[in-house]
Antibody, heavy 117, light 109 residues
Framework: QVQLEESGGGVVQPGRSLRLSCAAS????????MHWVRQAPGKGLEWVAL????????YYADSAEGRFSISRDNSKNTLILQMRSLSVDDTAVYYC??????????WGQGTLVTVSS | EIVLTQSPGTLSLSPGDRASLSCRAS???????LNWYQHKPGQAPRLLIF???SRATGIPDRFSGSGSGTDFTLTISRLEPEDFAVYYC??????????FGPGTKVDIK
């Protein structure tokens, strides 16, 4: 069965960096575009970034542009979100999700990132 | 970029009631690329409806979606205890067209 498992969350100081990973299994990872979506405490869902199936095309929400970098390693079935210059506004649960051409059918359980001094 | 507005913010209902949730887009949603998700605390969001009216795999038929253009509705015909959650609409289009609405919380009256 399809599984997505995020890791790498934790507590980080403002201005620092953090790298999130999403391990995929149960499907041919290299066939699918992948997304990162986040949810800040008490807030709604916010789309963060998209990467094409082969990794050549990348798109970001305005809030992530210039600070976050999405990448993937299809040989290791892994999706990455490199986050720099973190601020308290980046505190959220970060989900990876598989793009099925019409919606986000599969999601991980999320990893919590807390930006705090 | 399409902006989505959802109403009401909170819907207080009882099990067995009918729920109607609204999602309005700031401009026409091409090809009705409008999705609905259910989200419960501590869980991953779940895709309910895609393309405005198609149920995702395994979704009970008490969930239905309708609408076109800029106005969309998610209807839950008879609320079950497990349906109390937050519901988000989403525009699914070419980047940056993956915007979510602010959500409607359906809670127990």
């Amino acid at each position: 069965q399809v599984q997505l498992e995020e890791s790498g969350g934790g507590v980080v100081q403002p201005g620092r960096s953090l790298r999130l990973s999403c391990a995929a299994s149960g499907f041919t990872f290299s066939y699918y575009p992948m997304h990162w979506v986040r949810q800040a405490p008490g807030k709604g869902l916010e789309w963060v970034a998209l990467i094409s199936s082969d990794g050549t095309n990348k798109y970001y929400a305005d809030s992530a542009e210039g600070r976050f970098s999405i990448s993937r390693d299809n040989s290791k079935n892994t999706l990455i979100l490199q986050m720099r210059s973190l601020s308290v506004d980046d505190t959220a649960v970060y989900y990876c999700a598989r793009s099925d051409g019409y919606g986000f059918l599969y999601w991980g359980q999320g990893t919590l990132v807390t930006v705090s001094s | 970029e399409i902006v989505l507005t959802q109403s009401p913010g909170t819907l207080s209902l009882s099990p067995g009631d009918r729920a109607s949730l609204s999602c309005r887009a700031s401009q026409t949603v091409d090809n009705n690329y409008l999705n609905w998700y259910q989200h419960k605390p501590g869980q991953a969001p779940r895709l309910l409806i895609f393309g405005a009216s198609s149920r995702a795999t395994g979704i009970p038929d008490r969930f239905s979606g309708s609408g076109s253009g800029t106005d969309f509705t998610l209807t839950i015909s008879r609320l079950e205890p497990e349906d109390f959650a937050v519901y988000y609409c989403q525009h699914y289009g070419s980047s940056p067209g993956f915007t979510f609405g602010p959500g409607t919380k359906v809670d127990i009256k």
